[in-house]
């Protein structure tokens, strides 16, 4: 069983910064693909960003590239995803996520929901205009 919990969200105004972490235990985290993703209201859930195990890769979704920056320090078992520039449509709930095998695969499942098994609570980030 893998435990995650989120923090760091909270209310920004357009064009600041945010840094989100996720604690993780219960399972040996450094070997593990970690993600976030997050969910508007009315809206599905969708991916943000995904790290490999080892932290060497880094993947993001086209809307926050450039933006946004995944980290892990496997010592404390816990992932970051920074936030720069933020803007109202980054606007969300932030889940932390962890992928249900040791190796990332393509894009079709690292950015499938389906492909984690563990979730966190989740953390509100709201981006006034």
């Known amino acids: 069983q893998v435990h995650l919990v989120e923090s760091g969200g909270g209310l920004v105004q357009a064009g600041g910064s945010l840094r989100l972490s996720c604690s993780a235990s219960g399972r040996t985290f450094s070997t593990y693909p970690m993600a976030w993703f997050r969910q508007a209201p009315g809206k599905e859930r969708e991916f943000v960003a995904t790290?490999?195990?080892?932290?060497?890769?880094?993947y993001y979704a086209d809307s926050v590239k450039g933006r946004f920056t995944i980290s892990r320090d496997d010592a404390k078992s816990t992932v970051y995803l920074q936030m720069n520039s933020l803007k109202p449509e980054d606007t969300a709930v932030y889940y932390c996520?962890?992928?249900?095998?040791?190796?990332?695969?393509?894009?079709?499942?690292?950015?499938?929901?389906?492909?984690?098994?563990?979730w966190g609570q989740g953390t509100q980030v709201t981006v006034s205009s």
């Open positions: 790290i490999t195990g080892s932290g060497t890769n880094t």
């Open positions: 996520a962890a992928y249900r095998w040791r190796y990332l695969s393509g894009l079709a499942y690292y950015t499938d929901l389906g492909s984690y098994n563990y």
